[in-house]
């Protein structure tokens, strides 16, 4: 059974930073690519970050570039999202998911907003 469980959100003031973690279990987890996404209330959800199965190659959306960074620990069968200068905009769950064999799987989320 394919699990993904996210931890590190909260309430952080505007500015700050934050740490997201997703573990996961249940995959082969040094051949997964693994990847972040948020979603707004309201809004459509959307990629914050990838990275590749190895953790050498990763992408971000150009409104977190340069602010957050996505790594990963194979031996910790974990993947990160490091979150600094953080934006009001950006309040939202946050998501981790793989795509493993020909299927897509996602963690339950966790809430993370910015606010003063």
């Known amino acids: 059974q394919v699990q993904l469980v996210e931890s590190g959100g909260g309430l952080v003031q505007p500015g700050g930073s934050l740490r997201l973690s997703c573990a996961a279990s249940g995959i082969i987890f040094n051949l997964c690519p693994m990847g972040w996404y948020r979603q707004a209330p309201g809004k459509q959800r959307e990629l914050v970050a990838r990275?590749?199965?190895?953790?050498?190659?990763?992408n971000y959306a150009d409104s977190v570039k340069g602010r957050f960074t996505i790594s990963r620990d194979n031996a910790k069968r974990t993947v990160y999202l490091q979150m600094t200068s953080l934006e009001p905009e950006g309040t939202a769950v946050y998501c981790c998911?793989?795509?493993?064999?020909?299927?897509?799987?996602w963690g339950q989320g966790a809430q993370v907003t910015i606010s003063s």
């Open positions: 998911d793989t795509v493993f064999g020909r299927d897509t799987y």
């Open positions: 990275i590749g199965a190895l953790g050498t190659t990763n």
